[in-house]
């Protein structure tokens, strides 16, 4: 034999194996029977059925969670709604009896036997409880005669000098200021000792 030869041979005998062993292969993946087909099938159908619910639930389960995140979007923008609208709502049943307080001053001074000092005491009244209302909600006086200087708090209209006054120091109050729960509103506006 010839060389030639010799490799055909050995061609044909490689590719006959190598066929045997795909047909071996394709045996273990395909079944050899009907029977274990349908069997292949119907275990295939179980699994989708199953794929299919485990689906069906959690998009049950999604949908009720979007529709809860809905409901709590839509809750708390009604909630936001009404704590602006009525945010002010106890301030203004604090400040009610001043109101009522101003009327009767107001009735008592269009009276035939009011006297200047009833009215100066009636109206003294009405300021302090007015006052007492806005401390109550956080408004705080800055009355700052005799201290220091605080730019933060206080707006300097002018400068004095003034003997026996520490330089820096605020000699007089032109306008008190006012700090909400310790949040400047307005400052004070005062002269300044030079």
């Known amino acids: 034999m010839s060389p030639q030869q010799d490799s055909i041979d050995t061609d044909d005998d490689h590719s006959l194996a190598t066929e045997e062993g795909e047909r071996a292969e394709l045996e273990d993946v395909v079944p050899e029977s009907a029977a274990d087909s349908e069997a292949a099938e119907e275990g295939i159908e179980q699994q989708l059925e199953k794929a299919q619910v485990t689906i069906k639930d959690y998009w049950d389960q999604m949908m009720r969670l979007r529709a809860e995140i809905e409901n709590n979007r839509k809750r708390a923008e009604r909630d936001i709604e009404n704590a602006h609208k009525y945010a002010l709502k106890n301030f203004v049943e604090n400040l009610l009896p001043i109101i009522d307080s101003m009327e009767m001053g107001q009735t008592a001074a269009a009276a035939d036997n009011a006297t200047l000092e009833s009215i100066r005491e009636g109206s ?71």
Request: proline share 4%; charged share 25%; aromatic share 4%.
């Open 124 to 194: 003294s009244l009405t300021m302090t409880m007015f006052v007492q209302v806005l401390e109550k909600n956080g408004l705080e006086q800055v009355d700052p005669k005799g201290e220091k200087f605080d730019p933060e708090r206080h707006q300097a209209i002018s400068m004095v000098e003034v003997e026996g006054a520490e330089s820096g120091s605020v000699i007089e109050v032109m306008q008190k200021g006012y700090l909400l729960n310790d949040r400047l509103v307005r400052p004070a506006m005062v002269v300044v000792a030079k």
